[in-house]
């Protein structure tokens, strides 16, 4: 008996995720930082054309992945940085604000900043999982919709953290109404990290900072989230914003089926 | 639990900044209250809009006068300053003029240039933090005085020395210079 239910342990300890769950929605713990991840259904990506007639295209995700749910908190990410005395980036460089004082109150809850791609790739490989593409992320964000944003084509204040609403800094991840698919603050809260090219990534998403809607030097009103959301591919390099890190940017992370 | 050291200023360095200008010891642009409460700062809006995280008002040309070396707000007619810790923007382009003016306090005000040091583009006060912010995507953070908080910005905003007086702001045209 004792070695039967041991069989049955090892069995069920050693299944791939796979046979965990297929539709969207299960979901599935990472033992190694407690990050619960949602299921991503295989489908496709329709992808915006693009001023110069490019783009238009489908991208077929032939199966599916698993995804974060919320974006790796300052609590998981001190729990990584104590398990291995990493320093970050910004840290190394003596930057001003770091992830544990970004110049606005957080607690472990909130979304972990002022972390560089090459942090965020270190904190991933301890987790066992990895960073994910701009098309897995945009395939994610999308939840199968097809307006602008995955609720409709407007601001709604109760899925997004943006500058109107919490404007002196970020939120406590899953604190507003996830995707159709499970995930939280896929828009807004803060921007997330994904790989555009070989060794080029970019932040997608927008965050607490972005405004729902402004005007420019000239009067111009801006859309909403600027580019951060559009269904269509960063070139390769991408054009990255002024700083390897800010107080708005940070990640999530994807697992793989091989 | 991480700490959470505040970034504001506190109101003793708001009044002792005051202070400071009064006895002509300012090391800021912030001005002191010399005379008594103008009445718009009751009249929140009077139908014009105030100042967000995000959006700034324009000023009506009616409540400027322009003098050679400087410009005088009569706040009566300015309710989107009448609150304290709303701001509004001062143009005139004809005049080269871009300024945002906050209310920082009740009586304290500043002025400082409206455009961001990094790329030129817009700044917004985010009153919770007592900080101007670029509206771009970099977001650059700007403090009362005008030195850069957060970057990329490098360059200091220009600030503009602001005195109060029986109702109205006058704030002059020249920055102060910064030591």
């Keep these: 008996m004792t070695k039967a239910v041991a069989l049955v342990l090892l069995i069920g300890l050693g299944a791939p995720l796979a046979a965990r769950g297929q539709a969207a929605g299960d979901t599935w713990q990472n ?191 801006v859309e909403p989230f600027n580019n951060e959301l559009a269904r269509r591919l960063s070139p390769c390099p991408p054009v990255l914003p002024g700083y390897p890190w800010d107080d708005d940017r940070g990640f999530r992370c994807i697992r793989r089926e091989r | 639990m991480s700490s959470t050291r505040s970034p504001f200023p506190s109101r003793r360095d708001i009044l002792r900044a005051a202070v400071a200008i009064a006895t002509g010891a300012g090391l800021c642009p912030l001005g002191n209250a010399l005379g008594g409460v103008p009445s718009a700062r009751d009249r929140v809006s009077g139908g014009r809009s105030l100042s967000t995280n995000c959006d700034t008002p324009d000023l009506d040309r009616d409540c400027l006068t322009f003098h050679e070396e400087r410009v005088v707000v009569d706040l009566a007619k300015a309710p989107e300053l009448a609150v304290a810790g709303n701001a509004a923007n001062l143009i005139d382009r004809r005049r080269s003029v871009e300024l945002i003016v906050v209310h920082v306090e009740e009586g304290i005000y500043c002025a400082l240039s409206r455009f961001c040091t ?62």
Aim: hydrophobic letters at 35%.
């Design chain 2, 118 to 179: 990094h790329a030129g583009r817009t700044l917004a006060y985010i009153r919770s933090r007592k900080l101007l912010q670029c509206t771009n995507f970099n977001h650059s953070c700007f403090e009362l005085d005008g030195n850069v908080r957060k970057g990329p910005a490098e360059v200091p905003l220009a600030s503009h020395r602001v005195r109060v007086r029986d109702g109205l702001l006058e704030i002059d045209l020249k920055p102060e210079a910064r030591p």
């Design chain 1, 31 to 221: 033992p190694q930082d407690g990050m619960v991840f949602v299921r991503v259904p295989a489908g496709a990506l329709l992808l915006e054309t693009a001023s110069d007639d490019t783009g238009g295209h489908t991208i077929t995700f032939a199966q599916g992945f698993w995804m974060g749910r919320t974006e790796v908190t300052v609590g998981q990410f001190r729990r990584f940085a104590a398990a291995t005395g990493y320093s970050t980036e910004a840290e190394r460089a003596g930057n001003r604000f770091t992830w544990q004082d970004p110049d606005f109150p957080q607690t472990d809850e909130h979304p972990v900043v002022y972390v560089s791609v090459e942090d965020a790739r270190r904190y991933a490989a301890w987790a066992g999982v990895e960073l994910p593409t701009e098309a897995e992320w945009l395939h994610a964000a999308g939840a199968g919709t097809t307006s602008r944003f995955h609720w409709g084509d407007e601001i709604d204040d109760r899925y997004v953290w943006h500058r109107g609403n919490a404007g002196d800094g970020s939120r406590p991840v899953a604190t507003r109404r996830p995707n159709p698919w499970g995930l939280h603050d896929m828009v807004g809260n803060v921007s997330e990290w994904v790989t555009v090219c070989e060794g080029g990534q970019a932040p997608r998403g927008g965050s607490w900072t972005r405004c729902p809607r402004y005007r420019h030097l000239h009067g111009g009103v």
